[in-house]
């Protein structure tokens, strides 16, 4: 009991003495424990709202897609592109009861115990305002289906004349309730908005739903710019043209859902077996549209885990600076409590108490924080069921966040702790400062170069350690830095669709993440340049103090240490932009990365130098002007 | 008090340094004025807390004095900005301190050079002379060691040569044996003696005797104030063998 | 002169007056040279009329002192081997000065702290005169050991001046 109070009030009086120190401290360990909780909990989050919507929706096992008379596929072999080819009547009618056919034996094929449709679809060009976007337009019922009924957002369900839109796709085109919108010229009024299991919102529409014959291509729309809205049969029937045919789906459910594979290996198998009918639908498991549905998240969290992982690693790099920094007052407090007796454990925890004290509190809020701000990441824009409000919590996430706060802490102070406690008690006690090194090289070399710089490489050389931390730091900042511009390069395509004018709901979330993300890498990396020119300013002291009574000027002297600072970060600078684009390929996965233009990176170097500079000048300019005599008199004390 | 035939390399005139506000005020250096002559050593004694080496930082430029005047080879210094103190030290006044402050990563010779080389000199120059400053110490042999492996003596002696590089005006040595045993103390003695013989001025700040006898003139400071100020020259009245017990 | 010195210096042999006076200024430096010369030859005169010391006259010249050789009696190696034992230290002289500045206090002859700065500044004096004839000498000589010691004990003599500086002006303070 005794030692645990020990600890405590030594801890206690530590955190009192150095508050502006332990304050951003937490701040630094909890930046990097917000942004790693935010990417866990949306990591769980992927299965969670589609099963909601299937229950709500009733959502089909297997869907079945019908084209017009084409081969399945916009642009399969020998196809002509949609909308150039004329059909006949007879044509589109022969294809009309092909279809029926196929669909009459799916709704019979064993295994299936309950089915909707088929619902006529027609795909046209929508229009609100000055946006221009693809739509599949299907035709339903007012009477609620038996499988797929999509569940209302907001407004009301299919009428005359009116339209119901995919939340997802709403948000995009920037339409609300009361809207007019055309359809191939035809106008619609919006009256509701819905989410449906059945399909994939927009952008990813495509994975599943690509086969009708869409106007992609001549007209300039992209893929990405493809959505659901529902409308009356007569509606849908209305929008059909000669060379622009109604396609057809089914939505089929499964006696066993789990085996939906299984059922689609088999049928497609069979119709494969019969290009005689050429009406063989295109069939899509239920696993399938919620896997690519995840693609959603997945690209969040995508951005989201190296961010987290870049901002730990800063955590760790501005404890460790700050833990180099007051090593004599450790290994004289070693001295003093081995003294009295302590066990080399103990004296291992006295020394961690504070930062492991820290890292618990910041744990905690980064928990709170990223808990609070996943549902504005996950709410708006996913076509999915309500606000997946609790993204949980669970236990395993909260666990691994605190450990990797812990972690964070002990890893930058465990080495110090353990070589402190581990010199004998006499040497802890007369607290020898750590000794510089000397770079006979480095130090024969300086003397050719003008002061400043003289001074800069030799206190280089003093503390190679720190100098190799500094680097490091940087780097880690840049490598930041360099991803988001290289997001920036390849998004901006992506982004802005060929000024269509609509958002890819997508890339703007990510882009506003990335925002949030930068800002955060930005203030983490402000920090850590603070605390590291802090500490190379107290480093340098004497050795300064001790120059200037030799005749060198404050200016030199400030110089001197500005230029230490910029040398060790020009390789961290160096190193990360590669580092950088590799960290976007990897988040990426595969997608062709764009590098940013030359400029960009050439003008973020100079301007990270030119931040370190002047963060480093500050302190540096201010110590330089204090007089010599006190601060020589102080560190012989 | 000049000597005949000289304008004195430094002058201070009611010179002040004082700590603290007005109920705390501490009176470190009290309305002190003084002159050196070129080629004189001037030593100030006084118990630990009597300002002497506060006044030798003022002296030096070390430190800013809170009221006075103080000139070096006739030119105002109190004044100065601290990048003109910077140029003044360079140029003109060579420091030795009580712990020494050599480079714990540079050898003797790197040590001594480089004063010369923060005043812009060319390298090898700074080299030759600092090698040579070294010879002067009886140090040659020692060039290439590092502090860590010189003796307190070796050390404060290559302190002194690093004050001799850019061929100061003054020098100011602080305590200079105060971290030194009776042995080291010697070999500084001899080198200041020396260092006498060949012309240069020389202010040194101590509390031991020994070092004081070394000079040519003697000033007691007490709380901040001068009580007193001792002709060393010109020979003692009692002989040397009474003092050894060879009488009676 | 002390005789026990005297006495010492013939132990390793025999030895005219003139030889003694070699051995002595050697070992003594220049603090030989205030010596008086004549000194010896009267301590020497002492210890043989004491019977430590027999005196030998060189055949067949005139009395002069510097002809006679000088040797150890059995009782003068016996009075050497005796004082080589003893731990005695040369007498310290402070009561002198002590009582010098506590009767002119009492009787207001004088300022007793002009007194200590008076002989503080002799002190000084000779401090300086033998620190610069022990720097003179070679290193480690037998001289130089000797001014050393010299040097030393004026400085504790003026440690202790400094600390009668201080008592007698707190002194002054007090009715």
């Known amino acids: 009991m005794g030692r645990t109070l020990l600890i405590g009030r030594l801890t206690a009086r530590d955190l009192r003495r150095r508050p502006t120190q332990a304050a951003l401290l937490l701040l630094a360990i909890t930046a990097a424990t917000a942004v790693l909780t935010l990417g866990l909990v949306l990591h769980g989050v992927t299965n969670h709202p589609y099963q909601q919507t299937r229950g709500a929706t009733r959502g089909p096992d297997v869907v079945a897609q019908f084209s017009g008379p084409v081969t399945p596929g916009p642009f399969g072999p020998g196809s002509p592109p949609p909308g150039q080819v004329k059909y006949s009547p007879q044509a589109i009618a022969a294809n009309a009861r092909r279809v029926r056919i196929v669909a009459s034996e799916l709704i019979h094929a064993a295994g299936v115990t309950g089915h909707s449709g088929l619902y006529p679809v027609a795909s046209a060009v929508a229009q609100a305002g000055r946006r221009l976007a693809a739509v599949v337009a299907e035709g339903r019922d007012q009477t609620a289906a038996a499988v797929d009924q999509p569940k209302l957002a907001s407004g009301h369900w299919v009428s005359a004349g009116g339209i119901v839109l995919e939340r997802t796709y709403a948000d995009a085109l920037r339409v609300r309730l009361g809207d007019r919108i055309t359809l191939n010229g035809r106008p619609f009024r919006v009256v509701g908005t819905a989410v449906t299991a059945a399909s994939v919102p927009m952008p990813n529409m495509c994975y599943s739903s690509c086969d009708y014959g869409l106007p992609f291509g001549p007209r300039g729309i992209s893929p990405r710019h493809l959505g659901l809205a529902w409308i009356t049969r007569a509606g849908a029937q209305a929008l059909a043209t000669p060379s622009d045919p109604l396609g057809y789906v089914l939505n089929l459910k499964l006696s066993d859902p789990a085996r939906a594979q299984a059922f689609v290996n088999r049928y497609g198998h069979q119709f494969a077996q019969n290009p005689a009918t050429s009406a063989a639908p295109s069939l899509t498991t239920w696993q399938d549209i919620r896997n690519v549905d995840g693609l959603l998240i997945r690209d969040e969290t995508a951005v989201l885990s190296p961010g987290a992982w870049v901002a730990s690693l800063l955590a760790i790099g501005t404890l460790a600076v700050l833990a180099g920094g007051r090593m004599s007052e450790r290994i004289r407090r070693v001295g003093l409590l081995k003294a009295v007796g302590a066990t080399p454990g103990l004296v291992t925890l006295a020394l961690m108490a504070e930062n492991l004290i820290l890292a618990l509190a910041a744990a905690s809020a980064g928990l709170a924080i990223g808990r609070l701000a996943a549902p504005l990441i996950t709410s708006p824009g996913a076509g999915l069921v309500g606000a997946p409000g609790a993204p949980s919590l669970t236990l395993p996430i909260a666990g691994l966040v605190v450990g990797v706060a812990l972690a964070v802490a002990m890893a930058a102070t465990l080495w110090p702790a353990i070589r402190a406690a581990r010199t004998s008690t006499v040497s802890a006690l007369a607290a020898p400062v750590r000794r510089p090194r000397r770079r006979a090289g480095l130090i024969r070399l300086s003397r050719h170069v003008p002061v400043p710089l003289l001074f800069g490489l030799r206190l280089v050389a003093r503390r190679p350690r720190r100098a190799l931390l500094s680097a490091a730091c940087i780097a880690i900042t840049m490598t930041g830095v360099v991803a988001v511009l290289a997001f920036h390069a390849t998004a901006d395509e992506k982004l802005y669709g060929g000024g269509t004018g609509i958002t890819d709901p997508v890339m703007a979330r990510d882009t506003q993440m990335l925002l949030v993300l930068t800002v955060v890498l930005l203030a983490l990396s402000g920090i850590n340049a603070v605390f590291t020119a802090w500490a190379t300013v107290l480093d340098a002291r004497q050795a300064a103090a001790v120059a200037r009574a030799l005749g060198a000027s404050p200016e030199q002297v400030t110089a001197g240490v500005v230029a230490a600072q910029v040398l060790s970060a020009i390789p961290g600078v160096l190193a990360g932009i590669p580092l950088g684009i590799a960290l976007f390929s990897v988040a990426n996965s595969g997608s062709i990365t764009t590098v940013p233009p030359a400029w960009w990176l050439v003008l973020t170097a100079f301007g990270t130098l030119l931040a370190v500079a002047a963060l480093t000048a500050i302190p540096a300019s201010i110590g330089a002007r204090q007089p010599v005599a006190g601060i020589l008199q102080s560190e012989t004390a | 008090m000049n000597e005949d035939g000289g304008a004195p390399v430094l002058r201070a005139q009611g010179l002040r340094k004082q700590f603290g506000s007005s109920d705390t005020l501490v009176r470190a250096v009290d309305d002190v004025s003084l002159a050196v002559a070129e080629g004189e050593t001037l030593a100030v004694m006084g118990p630990s807390g009597c300002g002497k080496s506060t006044l030798l930082h003022l002296l030096g430029g070390l430190d800013r004095p809170s009221g006075g005047e103080l000139y070096l080879a006739g030119q105002r210094i109190d004044q100065l900005s601290e990048r003109g103190l910077a140029r003044l030290r360079r140029r003109a006044v060579g420091f030795v301190f009580q712990a020494f402050h050599l480079m714990d990563e540079l050898t003797a010779v790197e040590n001594v050079e480089l004063p010369a080389l923060l005043a812009g000199a060319a390298p090898r120059a700074a080299r030759r002379r600092a090698a040579g400053l070294l010879e002067q110490v009886g140090l040659a042999d020692r060039a290439g060691f590092l502090p860590s492996a010189l003796s307190g003596g070796q050390r404060q002696r290559v302190a002194v040569a690093r004050a001799l590089a850019n061929d100061p005006l003054v020098i100011l040595a602080d305590e200079p044996a105060g971290n030194l045993d009776s042995e080291a103390t010697l070999d500084v003695l001899r080198l200041f003696d020396t260092l006498h013989t060949a012309g240069q001025t020389l202010v040194v700040v101590t509390h031991d005797s020994r070092i004081a006898a070394t000079a040519d003139r003697l000033i007691t400071m007490r709380d901040g104030a001068f009580v007193d100020e001792t002709r060393l020259t010109g020979g003692s009245g009692g002989s040397l063998g009474a003092l050894a017990g060879l009488e009676g | ?175």
């Open chain 3, 1 to 175: 002169m002390q005789q026990e010195v005297v006495l010492a210096m013939l132990a390793k042999e025999p030895s005219h007056g003139y030889e003694l006076r070699a051995r002595l200024g050697e070992a003594l430096g220049p603090l030989g040279d205030a010596m008086n010369a004549g000194q010896i030859y009267v301590t020497l005169t002492r210890l043989e009329k004491a019977g430590l010391v027999s005196v030998e006259h060189a055949a067949g010249l005139p009395d002069r002192p510097d002809r006679k050789v000088y040797a150890l009696t059995p009782a003068g190696q016996q009075r050497v081997a005796d004082w080589l034992a003893e731990v005695s230290w040369p007498r310290p002289d402070l009561a002198e000065f002590h009582l010098k500045l506590v009767a002119a206090a009492a009787a207001r002859l004088a300022d007793p702290l002009s007194i200590v700065d008076a002989q503080r500044r002799e002190l000084l004096r000779r401090l300086r005169d033998a620190q610069r004839a022990a720097l003179a000498e070679p290193a480690r000589s037998d001289a130089a050991l000797l001014l050393e010691g010299i040097v030393l004990r004026l400085q504790a003599d003026l440690r202790w001046l400094e600390a009668c500086e201080r008592n007698w002006t707190t002194r002054k303070g007090r009715p």
